[in-house]
Each structure stands twice: as C-alpha cells, then as structure tokens.
C-alpha cells in the first residue's frame, strides 16, 4: 500500500450558496464524477463506490480561528498543536512551535523503513534564501527539511520528478531556463508516476488559500478548476488496488468568499483507493491524520 497526501490550504467545507461559496460556481467533472456531487454544510459527509468525502475538525477545541502554522503542525505530528500553544498560530511556525516538528509523519514513516518523498519543486532562489537563513517556510515544508526528506528541483520539475506550486509552471521565477508551461491534467500524472516509487508522497498545494485572502489576484473559480482538472490527472492511471490518496487542508478560507479571513468550517478528508474506509472512518479532526496513516502504512 502507498500513499498520495495531497494537502490544501484554506480549503474548508461551505455553504451550498454559489454566492458565497467558489464550490458553487466552479464546473468541477472530477470532482462530481467521484463523488455524485460537492460537499457543502447541509451535506459535508460524501460517498460513492470509488470515493469517501468525511468533514474534519479544525477548530481542536480553541477558541479564535484556525491557521496555517498550527493547523499543518497538527496535521503531520498528531498533536493538538493549538492546544499545546494556547492559540491558532500561523502562518509560519514560531519557536513554540518548531520543536514539535522533530519528531513528524516523515521522521516516523522512516523509521518504520518507509520511503518518503515531498514533491513540491523549489527555485534556484529558495536554495539560496535558505543558505541565508533568509527563507520563509511553511511548517509542511519545515516537517520534510526537519526529516531530511530532499527538496526537489528545478532539475526534478523538467524531468517531470515534480510539481510546481502553480501546477502548470506559470510564475516560476527562473527567467534564465524558465519550465514549460504543461497543463494541471499532466502536474496530476506526473505527481502520480513519482509516488509509484515511494510509500508515502505529499504535495503541498498553497494557492487555494492565496486565492482566498486575494480574490483579486487570483480566482477562486479558477484555482478550483484546476485543482479538479489536477485530481483528473493523479486519477488518470491510479491503482485503486494497491494505493490511496488523500486530499485534505487545514482550515477553511477559500469556500467563503463573504471574508478574506480565515473560517471555523470543518475541512474536507477525501480519500480514494481500495482501503478508503479503513482510513476515513478514523478521521474526526486534524489530529487523527497522521496516527491513521501510521496504522495504514504499518
């Protein structure tokens, strides 16, 4: 068994208003095809016979709304990380919290003789911010540095051994030997074909939340629809017999465009793959992700 986590920020679950909520208004096949239709309030829990859709808890019993750094913590270490802090914190992990990530679901998968892989691909420049101690990275990509896990490059994004944060290569800042531009469809299958080589890959896709907090520099709509057209490509030749994806955020932003802040919605847990019950039903909230893909993967 090998596992896909595809994780998205500020991805919550919304009102059934298309006014409000992006999820609404987004032409979403993929979505709709896997699942016989979108999660909203009135109807957060989805499933079909290739899928299981479970809303998640991001609020962890702390008051304030929840963030980044805390939320992704909690993710991949199975601490409450809130709690143990007394607030939602983020969007970058501070000193209370960077501890905590020395002993996360990379460290542990390894240990248990796991292959591990972060698929995110860096730029030439965040290698060099980083060997200034000048970078600012988010506790996801804190957690695979803090394991060893490599940091994939340019290198790997034009053998195809990788994903951009944009999906398709647009924005990518090297000029000089600028990727070509491929569709969200094709960043699906290559992250696919990488996670045939390891136990456990992870993609950290970031927009959904930038599309939250700046609705003017980038559609929700938009980034919804390619980030369907991207799930159609990691499905495109998915071995439901022998591997699992799982989609998942941190907290809810992009499926309330009445605020630019946060929300206390639950999150979506998505997962698709022959052991999808095994999985989603021990999912209540962020907390429960990584000690059920330790029993998993064990």
């Known amino acids: 068994m090998r596992l896909i986590f ?17 999820f609404g208004r987004a032409r979403l096949p993929v979505l709709q095809d896997l699942l016989g239709d979108i999660p909203f309030l009135d109807r957060p829990s989805l499933a079909s016979h290739q899928a299981v859709l479970t ?54 998968l390894q ?54 944060a944009s999906l398709t290569n647009e924005r990518w800042p090297a000029k000089d030997q600028p990727p070509p531009l491929i569709t969200a469809r094709a960043a699906g299958q290559n992250l696919e074909r990488l996670s045939r080589q ?10 959904t939340d930038v599309a939250g907090h700046r609705p003017a520099r980038l559609s929700a709509e938009v980034i919804l629809q390619q980030l369907d057209e991207f799930i159609g490509g990691i499905l495109a030749q998915f071995d439901h017999e022998h591997a699992l994806l799982l989609i998942t955020s941190d907290h809810g932003n992009i499926e309330d465009s009445s605020t630019r802040r946060h929300t206390r919605n639950p999150v979506p847990a998505l997962v698709v793959g022959d052991r999808r ?16 893909i330790l029993r998993l993967l064990a």
Do not use: C, K, M, W
């Open 111 to 164: 240990a248990r003789g796991r292959l591990v892989a972060f698929a995110n691909a860096y730029p030439p420049i965040f290698f060099e911010r980083v060997a200034r101690g000048s970078d600012r990275r988010s506790a996801i990509s804190q957690a695979a540095g803090a394991a060893g896990v490599p940091y994939r490059t340019h290198e790997d994004l034009l053998r195809g051994e990788a994903v951009s």
């Open 6 to 22: 595809l994780f998205l920020d500020g991805v919550g679950i919304g009102p059934r208003d298309p006014a409000v909520n992006p």
């Open 277 to 292: 019950d095994d999985l989603a039903r021990s999912l209540r909230t962020l907390a429960d992700v990584t000690p059920a």
């Open 198 to 207: 390891f136990d456990f890959t992870l993609f950290e896709f970031f927009l």
């Open 55 to 108: 809303p998640l808890d991001a609020t962890l019993a702390v008051d304030g709304l929840p963030q980044s750094a805390t939320g992704q913590i909690t993710l991949l270490t199975g601490i409450n990380a809130p709690a143990h802090i007394g607030e939602h914190y983020g969007p970058y992990p501070d000193e209370r919290l960077r501890s905590l990530l020395d002993d996360n679901l990379f460290h542990r």
